[in-house]
């Protein structure tokens, strides 16, 4: 093995070597994330704490924490430090930036490297790669910006894998060196989160979420299904209306599972086109590739919604956001609700008697003609009623306003 | 030898010049200078400690960490804005290039000069644009801070190759590889130089010029 080769004298320099790149590598990230300028003189005698010919500041803290990780051993030839760097919001919400990482690959070893000389120059090289590069990546910014009013940078230091799960989607990896030693390669790399977002669960808990978009009225469902019902073909697939809380996520079926052989209601799964006007379905068949089926939900018994392709490629969308799950419902709804055992024809008795149930029934106050005492002798029990109960709307009021928001 | 060479190319406002070429040459500095040698006796040295601070751009949303050395960002900055003066000038073509050349020298026989060997050229191709509002001013602070992280992260992968320097010289000599004018560190030798002409007009009338030039300044 490689490190038969070294002398005693060298093995002892380059565990004191590394032994000093980790605990300067640990000063410079977290000096960098302190939200401060960071400035240090040159002088032209080092001294003792002087390493690798850069006058890095020691702050005590980091220096306790860092020794305490390496005491005995130098940094562990398979467990790398670890250095996590994580926004706290002053909600206590946490949200990880940054998992830089220094560690040895024992595979990749130069024994031909002089330890005294080259090693020590180039572990100078390393540091000032890390500078540079702790200064780029996004969460710099953010610790400049850090306040006890809104939020602040935390570190922590550990001996084990960076983890990355923590760093969200889409995080970068930078590597910002190594060097070849004679017991493996060092490097020193950071992986970073692109996405900023804290996601809306975690929202401030003592404040009441408001909806904005409640006016708005192309955003709302209800809004789309006015839309839909104004459409001049008043055929039961086109009436069909999607729940306001089903789970729009289409299952992908092909088209061989539609087939029941030998089944007598087979005619239920023929596609739509068969009912509406001709002209309208050799439209709608051109762009029909595959059909696709999604479960319906409780509500709607046993049925089963079909779903032609152009329909699913809007709601595959993966945000699930309300302007997705609404351009669903509102553009091309080509939903079809089979009625088991009816033939397609939608004029028949069970398609009126559908529409019926899809539209609400006149109130019976309207059906029955009153006189104008009674209404007026009603309106003054009710508001009776109401103001008795007064403090019991109230109670539900106070106590709705305390209990957490979930929302 | 031929030089390793780097080029950058950015376009940006012409306020934006100073700032962003200072960024560049200042990080590569950052690793091409070394503490101050003092030497003991012949073969024996020490190595000073090299500082450094952070800098913050006003018209860039960037960071960048140089050496700590007053008079070396005395030096950068006089050339780079006599650049950046050229470049936005009226007459002006819009753009032009400004070069960080790293050389050592080679004795030469009494009457002559030394001789000027580059090994290393880092050169900033600048085109200036126009903004004419203060949001697309706002978007282009962002966008340059963001060319120039590429180009410090491209910095970093370059010096992490360990590319060829110039052997560490005895006293004697190490005037040819080391700048030792600089009393708080000791930076590689270099100069910086710029053209503010189009790069398309390097005809083989300037080359030949350029030839000429560098031959009778030998």
Not at chain 1, 119 to 135: E, Q
Not at chain 2, 190 to 218: A, D, H, Y
Request: aromatic share 8%; hydrophobic share 35%.
């Amino acid at each position: 093995m490689s490190t038969l080769k070294l002398s005693m004298q060298d093995k002892k320099d380059l565990d004191k070597f590394t032994r000093f790149l980790a605990l300067k590598a640990a000063q410079i990230i977290i000096q960098s994330r302190s939200g401060e300028k960071v400035s240090t003189k040159c002088k032209p005698y080092s001294s003792g704490t002087d390493w690798f010919n850069l006058a890095v500041h020691e702050v005590p803290e980091v220096l306790t924490e860092t020794k305490k990780l390496l005491i005995g051993e130098i940094v562990n030839v398979t467990i790398p430090l670890c250095i996590e760097i994580s926004l706290k919001t002053c909600d206590d919400e946490l949200m990880v930036l940054e998992a830089w990482s220094l560690g040895i690959l024992p595979e990749q070893s130069d024994p031909t490297m002089r330890v005294t000389y080259t090693i020590y120059n180039r572990m100078g090289i390393l540091l000032k790669s890390l500078l540079s590069v702790s200064r780029v990546t996004p969460a710099y910014k953010l610790s400049r910006r850090q306040g006890p009013d809104s939020f602040i940078i935390c570190y922590r230091i550990y001996l084990g894998e960076p983890q990355l799960h923590s760093l969200g989607d889409n995080y970068k990896h930078v590597r910002v060196g190594q060097l070849c030693t004679p017991v493996g390669t060092i490097h020193l790399s950071v992986s970073y989160r692109t996405k900023m977002t804290i996601s809306p669960t975690h929202a401030g808990r003592d404040s009441i979420m408001l909806k904005s978009d409640h006016f708005h009225s192309d955003l709302s469902p209800r809004h789309a299904r006015y839309q839909q019902s104004e459409e001049t073909s008043k055929s039961l697939s086109d009436t069909i209306k999607v729940g306001a809380f089903v789970v729009n996520k289409p299952v992908t079926v092909n088209e061989e599972d539609f087939v029941i052989p030998d089944v007598p209601f087979s005619s239920l799964l023929t596609p739509r086109q068969t009912s509406p006007p001709p002209a309208s379905a050799a439209e709608t068949t051109s762009t029909k590739t595959a059909s696709t089926i999604i479960a319906a939900d409780s509500s709607n018994g046993n049925s089963e919604r079909l779903t032609n392709d152009n329909t699913t490629s809007k709601c595959n969308s993966q945000n699930g956001s309300r302007r997705s799950s609404c351009s669903m419902t509102s553009a091309n709804d080509d939903f079809i609700m089979k009625t088991p055992f009816a033939i397609t024809n939608t004029n028949s008795d069970l398609g009126a008697f559908y529409r019926e149930c899809q539209s609400a029934p006149q109130l019976q106050a309207f059906m029955e003609e009153r006189t104008l005492a009674e209404q007026v002798g009603d309106l003054t029990k009710q508001l009776e009623t109401f103001e008795t109960n007064m403090r019991r709307y109230e109670d539900i009021l106070s106590s709705l306003c305390q209990t957490e928001n979930n929302n | 030898m031929n030089a390793r060479t780097q080029l950058f190319e950015l376009s940006m406002e012409g306020r934006q010049v100073d700032e962003a070429v200072a960024s560049i040459f200042h990080s590569v500095l950052f690793y091409r200078s070394l503490g101050k040698f003092k030497y003991k006796q012949e073969g024996s040295y020490s190595v000073g400690t090299v500082g450094y601070q952070d800098v913050d751009c006003d018209f860039i949303d960037f960071t960048y960490v140089c050496c700590s050395s007053v008079h070396l960002d005395q030096t950068l900055k006089r050339e780079i804005s006599g650049f950046s003066e050229a470049l936005r000038s009226t007459d002006s073509p819009g753009s032009g290039q400004i070069s960080l050349e790293f050389f050592q020298k080679k004795k030469n026989r009494w009457p002559f000069q030394p001789e000027c060997i580059p090994w290393e050229v880092w050169t900033v191709r600048l085109e200036l644009i126009k903004l004419a509002t203060e949001h697309e001013r706002q978007i282009c602070r962002e966008k340059v801070g963001d060319l120039l992280t590429d180009k410090i992260l491209y910095i970093t992968e370059v010096m992490n190759r360990h590319d060829y320097l110039p052997k560490m010289p005895n006293q004697a000599e190490l005037d040819l590889i080391f700048d030792t004018s600089y009393p708080d560190i000791q930076p590689y030798l270099f100069k910086l130089s710029f053209t503010t002409s189009s790069p398309s007009s390097t005809t083989m009338g300037n080359t030949m010029k350029k030839l000429i030039k560098e031959t009778l300044s030998i």
